[in-house]
């Protein structure tokens, strides 16, 4: 019982102690404001406000964030008899390579087709 008392007494002390060097007094006077700022007249704050309306109108103008090259680049014109030839000989070897077995099926050496083993044919 001893123990138990003596333990808690010891962590009441501490969380006691903590608390009251955690609290600093009274701030001075003296630090704890800013330093008052001087008065400006009306024309003072008017003429920094063009300056800064002029700013602004200055940046507005400018290129915006995320604003990319606003006009793309121009690309060479391609006819639609050469978009037509180009496709048809794609397509034609493509067509040869999938005939010759080129194109693996599944796309990858880990596709479930492949996966699978080879299945025998039974004999009787």
């Known amino acids: 019982m001893r123990k138990l008392v003596l333990t808690i007494g010891m962590a009441l002390a ?3 102690a903590t608390t009251a ?3 600093g007094g009274e701030a001075d006077p003296a630090q704890a404001k800013a330093r008052p700022a ?8 008017a003429a920094a406000r063009n300056e800064r309306k002029a700013e602004g109108a200055e940046a507005a ?3 915006q964030i995320g604003e990319g090259v606003s006009k793309p680049e121009p690309e060479v014109k391609v006819s639609s008899e050469e ?11 493509n067509r040869a390579a999938n005939k010759a077995g080129a194109f693996s099926r599944g796309g ?3 596709a479930p087709e492949r996966q699978k083993p080879p299945v ?4 009787p």
Do not use: L
């Not at 978009?83 to 070897?93: E, N, Q, S, V």
């Not at 025998?120 to 004999?123: A, E, I, Q």
């Open 61 to 63: 103008r400018g290129p």
């Open 108 to 110: 990858n050496v880990d």
């Open 14 to 16: 501490s969380m006691m």
């Open 83 to 93: 978009r037509r030839a180009a496709t048809a000989k794609r397509r034609a070897t």
């Open 120 to 123: 025998s044919p039974r004999s």
């Open 21 to 23: 060097f955690g609290q």
């Open 38 to 45: 001087p008065k400006t007249s009306a024309t003072q704050r």
